[in-house]
Nanobody, 122 residues
Framework: VQLVESGGGLVQAGASLTLSCAAS????????MGWFRQAPGKERELVAA????????SYLDSVKGRFTISRDNARNMDYLRMNSLKPEDTAVYYC????????????????WGQGTQVTVSS
């Protein structure tokens, strides 16, 4: 299984970014997809998650209304659209996959990407 993130970068506060995750080696519709982040000195946290059929989503309170998770099951891709970015959004963002028999919001996702850095300057 491979999960490959792209789309990170350095932006100013208020800007937007879209992260993409390309999945291979798995039956994509068998998996919930999540985006986690980890900032220096902080614990990893679940930012957003989407169920296998996109019927359910979940967001960290601090990103509600600014971030949107989506997926394209035909292309084995999922996305995190991030608007109105803030310096506190600075972190390494990880794409993750979890079997759809498990909880959408558990931190214990099975497969992980290598991460992409998002840096928001003030």
């Amino acid at each position: 299984v491979q999960l490959v993130e792209s789309g990170g970068g350095l932006v100013q506060a208020g800007a937007s970014l879209t992260l993409s995750c390309a999945a291979s080696g798995l039956t994509f519709t068998y998996y919930h997809m999540g985006w986690f982040r980890q900032a220096p000195g902080k614990e990893r946290e679940l930012v957003a998650a989407i169920s296998w059929n996109a019927g359910s989503t979940s967001y960290l309170d601090s990103v509600k209304g600014r971030f949107t998770i989506s997926r394209d099951n035909a292309r084995n891709m999922d996305y995190l659209r991030m608007n109105s970015l803030k310096p506190e959004d600075t972190a390494v963002y990880y794409c993750a996959a979890n079997p759809n028999s498990n909880s959408l919001t558990t931190p214990l996702y099975r497969y992980w990407g290598q991460g992409t850095q998002v840096t928001v300057s003030s």
